[in-house]
């Protein structure tokens, strides 16, 4: 954590400090190039060639994951994710936990409602031993009794702990109203009686039903370079099944009921979950609706609901929306928590700024503003390989083209006064906003 | 004002930090959650910019901005384009000198840190707990205190007590600027001077704070909550940080020993406790120890651990106090301090990739007492590490030496 070697330090101005060291480094300055590496055996990855640091980046996906997992059987999916890093090969749950920490090896999965995802980083001087067990992960993963057992204690000690998380419970919540029936209505964790259901079998099944070629994408980011990546995607990824098992997952209507449910819970702050229908990824308007929540609810500290709901009422720390695009629906989302005595006032002011956006839109100034914002903060984005790495597998995820990054921003300033006004009448729905309570909320009852 | 560089040209991006050499420790007894109210009401108006403007200006130009507060300093950040980082600086210059205190705004951001104090503390009887554990673990140091404050001091901080702590620590010559990112420090520095440079340095302050008188006793601390589900335990001991280390003495400098002993002991899947309590006797299902070096103040070593099901909270303790004892009987082995120096080192590496990560490890160190040279020369001075110094570090820390312990459970015993 500590250890950096490009460091200047001068005193100026005041000049109460010594003039301590100053070196400067002359590393030249470059953009993100994103390159198509098809491996030998016709894998493919997008990379990222940036030898800066000796360090590997690789993130991947494959789709599909909670919603598969079989009724009753919820939490299958993150189980297995826990699991892949818990033994595999030769090399039992302490011998291959210790080997990754041996080599500063980060290799970790996790398990989303739509794409069970893997990283893995490593110092370039342990690559061949970090893609080994990559693959030895992926391929071959023991799922021994103790570490299947022991996974299973920390999932369900999880479950409890977050039963009484007031933001967890309400997410949850929020989930199952929208969705009934549907598995984007079931918890990605489970339940502990369906954790409790998991057996061995069925961490095995996932393993070769799910991992496979064709449901998967890679993004590379650092000291590598293509024609060595291509011999290690084979190397890592060629012997998975070509073809994973066909996803029976529907579209998902969401229920905009226009409810409100209350969760009751002894806790001073209410926390506040809402959502309406939004918008996929892959629709033409995406990025109306995208500059439209951002001024509405979105990042930084200059939205509507972050002016009215705490900056003018000081009625919460946090606030704030965003559109969740998944596979099979779209919503427009928030969060908030309040006192329990101003739950009534919070929620009559976050449907007014609903109404007021729906009502009377933006002037040319706030788009201007906002668009400048989105456009401008974009590079933010690139400033480690990880999260370039994650970028570049989204990229591939959403079928964004791998010239995404050079069009991205035209995408955003092409959006026009009119674009975001009937945006904002056509999607904005305040009478129908889906709203659920946990807390104990003064004067806010649950729709009967 | 001392001003740190960090050159990184992989996006023309940078990182603007401002430092100040205050915390939460430093507010006057009753004033507990000055230094955080005030942090927040930064971002309100000066006597040249309007309330708001601030962050209004720096969404404009697509930057990204926040700020914290800790317990030994409070810090500013922008992340922008880095043409527009003399626009950065001179907005901070000016909300360093000529911070406009509204009565109105101080009450209505008063209510929103009250609910910031319920989501992060209040919500949660885990963090509840942790509180009081700082309150009995530091019986006379202000760490004892929250860095948001206790709620009934919150609610009572006025104007002037605000107005008081800006006055004595918001100025150049307690603070440290940190540029990360694309620039270099030919360019920095006129910049530096035109905006920086224009307010007038005042002097540095020393900060007397109260230390602690020796313990002689353990505390138990305890919590019984409904909400409860998944019961936990810890236990801390006083330890000393690298600051508070170099005070101690010639052989006492356990500082470097100590986050080696963490890493040995209770740092990931292949620990000793993990190993122990969690992997071969399923007492736990998670454990582990950890220890921060950072602190201006003195510092704490602590042991945690989750039961399993079924295992009473007694149990559990007498086998974590297993661990501790036979770790002072048989010592760390020469593999196990070679192994976790090893991957200390690649976490360095790492660190070396984000842009952010550099300014805070650097502001962060400087802004509580540290030099250039100590957060150079950590890895040597890790590498220097001896098994006899981890052992020698463990007997100071550990043996009979006075402790808190914590326990978090629900009212059904479990």
């Not at chain 1, 590393?27 to 590496?37: A, D, L």
């Not at chain 2, 901005?65 to 980082?85: K, P, R």
């Not at chain 2, 002037?160 to 030919?186: C, H, M, Q, S």
Request: charged share 25%; with cysteine; aromatic share 6%.
């Amino acid at each position: 954590m500590r250890f950096l070697k490009l460091i200047v330090i001068v005193s100026i101005v005041t000049g109460l400090w010594p003039c301590e060291e100053a070196q400067a480094n002359h590393k030249p300055g470059h953009m993100v190039n994103v390159v198509r590496v098809i491996s030998p055996g016709g894998i493919e990855a997008w990379l990222v060639s940036d030898h800066l640091n000796p360090i590997i980046n690789m993130r991947f996906a494959f789709r599909g994951a909670a919603t598969l997992d079989p009724e009753g059987k919820e939490g299958l999916a993150n189980m297995v994710s826990g699991l892949l890093d818990e033994g595999s090969g030769d090399l039992d749950s302490q011998a291959f936990q210790r080997r990754l920490e041996d080599l500063s090896i980060v290799l970790r999965f996790d398990a989303g409602r739509d794409t069970f995802r893997g990283r893995l980083k490593t110092l370039s001087d342990n690559k061949d031993a970090a893609f080994a067990l990559l693959k030895s992960a992926i391929g071959s993963p023991r799922f021994d009794d103790e570490p299947v057992n022991r996974i299973r204690s920390q999932i369900l000690a999880g479950l409890r702990r977050s039963s009484q998380d007031p933001g967890t419970v309400a997410g949850l919540t929020l989930a199952a109203e929208l969705f009934p029936g549907h598995p984007y209505g079931r918890p990605v964790e489970g339940t502990p009686e369906s954790v409790k259901a998991i057996s061995g079998d069925d961490l095995k099944t996932f393993v070769h039903e799910r991992l496979a070629l064709d449901n998967l994408v890679i993004g590379v980011v650092g000291d590598i370079r293509p024609d060595e990546l291509g011999r290690r995607l084979d190397q890592v990824f060629l012997d998975l099944p070509a073809s994973s098992k066909a996803s029976n997952v529907k579209e998902a209507q969401p229920q905009i009921s226009g409810r409100t449910k209350v969760v009751k819970m002894a806790v001073p702050q209410s926390a506040i979950v809402f959502a309406q229908k939004g918008i996929k990824r892959d629709d033409p308007d995406f990025y109306k609706a995208y500059v439209l929540n951002h001024i509405l609810g979105g990042g930084g500290f200059t939205s509507r609901l972050y002016d009215e709901i705490r900056e003018k009422r000081g009625l919460a720390y946090s606030i704030g929306s965003y559109l969740y695009p998944t596979r099979h629906a779209g919503l427009l989302r928030g969060y908030g928590g309040t006192a329990n005595k101003r739950v009534g006032e919070t929620l009559k002011v976050l449907k007014s700024e609903w109404w007021r956006m729906a009502d009377k839109g933006v002037d040319g100034k706030t788009l201007k503003d906002a668009k400048t914002y989105l456009i401008g903060s974009y590079p933010l984005r690139f400033t480690s390989s990880g999260n370039i790495a994650a970028i570049l597998v989204s990229m591939q995820l959403e079928n964004l083209g791998i010239d995404f990054l050079d069009r991205r921003n035209s995408l955003v300033a092409g959006v026009s006064l009119n674009d975001v006004n009937a945006m904002a009448k056509r999607l904005l729905d305040p009478d129908n906003l889906v709203i659920v309570v946990v807390g104990s909320p003064e004067g806010v009852t649950s729709t009967p | 004002m001392q001003v740190v560089v960090i050159s990184n040209h992989r996006v023309p991006v940078v990182t603007h930090m401002v430092w100040y050499k205050a915390g939460s420790a430093d507010e006057l007894p009753g004033k507990s959650g000055a230094a955080h109210l005030l942090e927040h009401l930064m971002f309100k108006g000066t006597k040249n910019l309007p309330s708001g403007e601030f962050s209004k200006t720096v969404a404009r130009i697509g930057g990204s901005e926040n700020a914290f507060t800790s317990l030994d300093y409070t810090g500013y950040y922008q992340n922008v384009a880095v043409e527009h980082l003399e626009a950065m600086m001179t907005m901070e210059a000016d909300r360093m000198k000529n911070l406009v205190l509204d009565p109105k705004e101080v009450d209505t951001e008063r209510l929103v840190v009250l609910e910031e104090r319920s989501q992060r503390t209040d919500n949660n009887p885990g963090s509840v707990l942790r509180e009081h554990v700082r309150g009995a673990l530091f019986m006379n140091h202000p760490y004892r205190r929250p860095i948001i404050g206790w709620e009934h001091e919150i609610r009572a901080l006025s104007v002037d007590d605000l107005r008081a702590f800006y006055d004595k620590w918001y100025a150049p010559a307690n603070a440290i600027l940190v540029v990360a990112g694309d620039i270099t420090l030919e360019r920095l520095k006129p910049m530096a001077e035109r905006t920086y440079g224009k307010i007038p340095a005042s002097v540095p302050i020393q900060r007397g704070r109260p230390t602690e008188p020796p313990q002689k006793a353990s505390r138990r601390v305890m919590l019984k909550d409904a909400r409860v589900r998944q019961a936990s335990w810890s236990r801390s001991y006083l330890a000393p940080s690298r600051i508070t280390s170099i005070s101690e003495g010639a052989g006492k400098e356990h500082s470097y020993a100590l986050e080696v002993l963490s890493g040995v002991i209770g740092g990931g899947a292949t620990s000793q406790i993990y190993r122990s309590l969690v992997v071969e006797q399923k007492l736990a299902v998670s454990a582990g120890a950890g220890y921060g070096s950072g602190a201006l103040g003195p510092s704490r070593f602590s042991f945690y651990a989750s039961p399993t099901p079924g295992v009473s909270m007694d149990t559990l303790e007498k086998a974590m106090e297993g661990e501790i004892a036979t770790l002072l009987k048989d010592g760390v082995s020469a593999d196990e301090v070679a192994r976790v120096k090893k991957s200390m080192f690649a976490e360095a590496v790492y660190a070396r990739d984000s842009l952010s990560a550099g300014a805070q490890v650097l502001g962060s160190a400087l802004v509580s007492g540290k030099t250039i040279s100590d957060v150079e020369s950590w890895p040597h001075r890790i590498a220097d590490v001896t098994v006899e110094q981890v052992n020698a570090a463990a007997h100071a820390v550990l043996e009979n030496r006075p402790s808190v312990t914590a326990l978090l459970q629900g009212e059904d015993p479990q």
